[in-house]
């Protein structure tokens, strides 16, 4: 039996992204019915236990024209009976002549490849971001004539022309984001379907967390850092403020995570003479992540806006840590303070302050009954407020599943 929903995300799976694999193992659990198409295969080595978990089959696109011209062309012969056939093309020349790209033609190629590949049965597709992986999915629902739906994150929405997000939102029938940040800016773009763009917390599965482990406050400060080292994790403003903690303080910073910046950041942590105190450990599957969050004083995430507007939506990392009851250290970017009260349930400075990030560290460094009570009532804010139960009876009812709601949930 063919699948009735189609999922498109840029790549799958990945370990960067466990906030999406959380949500289709919750629609799976919950009853939908759907295949994953991705742009691109995984590059990471290794998978977390949810996607393990997640059952749903899953079809790979032709990341380049080059790499398979003769299923393109084949597709595109499948596709001229369709009936958006005519219209995407007038769809494509127009965005072509705003976004004279390759990337914009290879999206066009994509989107005959999964238009001809979607079964008969398919009646919705949802996607994951906004940029290229909504411009494949909109030509798509173009040529099948399918309603179509996205959920939009950070980059994506920020990196985007204002242009192209303002006519995929005319054209889809929802998008959901992550963030009441996400939510004003997004409406502002397009004002005139704001009633179509709508709050969704990711929230955290605390099933897949085990209970914070009992607080220890003597010995070596550990430091912990989990995000790719790219320009709008801030992570040179970390490096700089571990530079100036006090020379008498005894800690350690680990940082988890790929990207391409971290050849950068180990040359600047030798410039710095903070190497020694520093264990780069690269992408690592989730329980890896969890134990690091369970031997963590602090967990530091020093988000910002890259020159390019990139930046983070409300990171999921920050809400693992805080479940873990770890006193987190963070900036006010995005909806970071959505999450986060200052001095309440974590610590905020203000982004490119690698002195604020100092003094914040070295006042929770002297002060261990300071960190227990911000990781404790940091952890209680993320229970009560952001699991991600919530989030997926809203996706399944949108998707058209009966779904329960709690006594407590109805309240």
Known sequence: MANKFAIVMKGYPRLSETFIAQELLGLQEAGLDFSIYALREPHDDATHPVHRAITAPVHYLPEYIHDAPWRIVKSIWICRRMPGFRKVWGLFWRDLRRDF?????????????????????????????????????????CLRDLPWSCSAHAKDIYT???????????????????????????????????????????????????????????GCLK????????????????????????????????HIGGGDDLDHLKTRANELGISKHIKWRGAQPQEAVIAAYREADIFILASRIADDGDRDGLPNVLMEAQSQNIACVATRVSAIPELIEDQKTGWLV??????????????????????????????????????????????????????????????
């Open 223 to 254: 430091i912990l850092s989990v995000g790719r080292a790219v320009a709008k994790k801030g992570y040179p403003d970390v490096l700089n403020a571990l530079a100036a903690l006090p020379k008498d303080l005894d800690w350690t910073f680990e």
């Open 160 to 218: 985007t022309a204002d242009w192209d997000k303002r006519e995929k939102i005319a054209d889809l029938q929802w998008l959901v984001t992550c963030t009441a940040a996400n939510v004003d800016f997004l409406r502002n773009v397009a004002p005139e379907n704001h009633d179509k763009i709508e709050l969704l917390y990711h929230g955290l599965d605390l099933e897949r967390f085990p209970a914070p482990a009992p607080s220890e406050c003597e």
């Open 350 to 411: 203000e982004p490119n302050d690698p002195v604020g990030l100092a003094q914040a560290i070295e006042t929770l460094a002297h002060n261990p009954q300071q960190r227990i009570e911000l990781g404790t009532a940091g952890g209680r804010r993320v229970r009560t407020h952001f699991s991600h139960e919530a989030g997926i009876r809203d996706l399944a009812k949108r998707f058209g599943l009966a779904v329960e709601t709690s006594t407590q949930d109805a309240a």
């Open 101 to 141: 790209t390759r990337n914009r033609i290879r999206r066009l190629g994509q989107a005959f490849v999964l238009a001809s590949d979607l079964p008969n049965e398919t009646k919705w597709i949802y996607v994951h971001f906004l940029h290229t992986p909504a411009s494949v999915t909109r030509y798509t629902a």
